[in-house]
């Protein structure tokens, strides 16, 4: 079993930037693939970034590329999600997902473990 718990949401003008943080437990976590949705109001949860297990290989949605940058400490068992130029479309509550296998993924069911989620909110 894995234990997540996201931090570092919060309020934000449009510009600016916020840093995720996703605390790991439970299990070996530098042997897992890891990954950050978002759920907007009314929407279907959505693919944001992933890494793989060594944090050597990022995949991410075409519309934070550029932006948002996925990040791992294994050392620390902690992931994080450093979004940069923030735009109102990325108000969202952002979860912390892990997978039981390295690779990384940008599919939903293919993660095994999730976090309860951290709202963040981009002012205009």
């Known amino acids: 079993q894995v234990h997540l718990v996201e931090s570092g949401g919060g309020l934000v003008q449009a510009g600016g930037s916020l840093r995720l943080s996703c605390a790991a437990s439970g299990r070996t976590f530098s042997s897992g693939a890891m990954g950050w949705f978002r759920q907007a109001p009314g929407k279907e949860r959505e693919f944001v970034a992933t890494?793989?297990?060594?944090?050597?290989?990022?995949y991410y949605a075409d519309s934070v590329k550029g932006r948002f940058t996925i990040s791992r400490d294994n050392a620390k068992n902690t992931v994080y999600l450093q979004m940069n130029s923030l735009k109102p479309e990325d108000t969202a509550v952002y979860y912390c997902?892990?997978?039981?296998?390295?690779?990384?993924?940008?599919?939903?069911?293919?993660?095994?473990?999730w976090g309860q989620g951290t709202q963040v909110t981009v002012s205009s």
């Open positions: 890494i793989n297990w060594s944090g050597g290989v990022t």
């Open positions: 997902a892990a997978r039981d296998t390295g690779r990384g993924s940008s599919r939903r069911n293919e993660y095994h473990y």
